[in-house]
Nanobody, 121 residues
């Protein structure tokens, strides 16, 4: 499974961005799509995950209410809508495919190349 992210960039605090991640295929082993983010010098952290089959999404507490994850099964694409962004959300955002909705990155087998999100104050 190959994953291609897009949509990162520079935005002012309070602004919005939408990230996309397109998968080359969907399999039993890639039944869910997750997003993680990483700041230099820190560990990668879970952001959100969605199930392809029923569209149920889970979020990290830090983004609950600000981020919305959705999917378009016809396009094999998930969308991470990020609103009311703050400078502390600056990071490289990665999408990943795994067998189910989980926050544990070790369970994800496929990863995208990452897309930079920079929120200016």
């Amino acid at each position: 499974v190959q994953l291609v992210e897009s949509g990162g960039g520079l935005v002012q605090a309070g602004g919005s961005l939408r990230l996309s991640c397109t998968a080359s295929e969907r399999t039993v082993s890639s039944a869910a799509m997750g997003w993680f983010r990483q700041v230099p010098g820190k560990e990668r952290e879970f952001v959100a995950v969605i199930s392809w089959s029923n569209g149920i999404a889970d979020y990290a507490d830090s983004v609950q209410g600000r981020f919305t994850l959705s999917r378009d099964n016809t396009k094999n694409t998930v969308y991470l809508q990020m609103n009311t962004l703050e400078p502390e959300y600056t990071a490289v955002y990665y999408c990943a495919a795994g067998p189910g909705r989980t926050e544990y990155e070790a369970l994800y087998d496929w990863w995208g190349q990452g897309t930079q999100v920079t929120v200016a104050s």
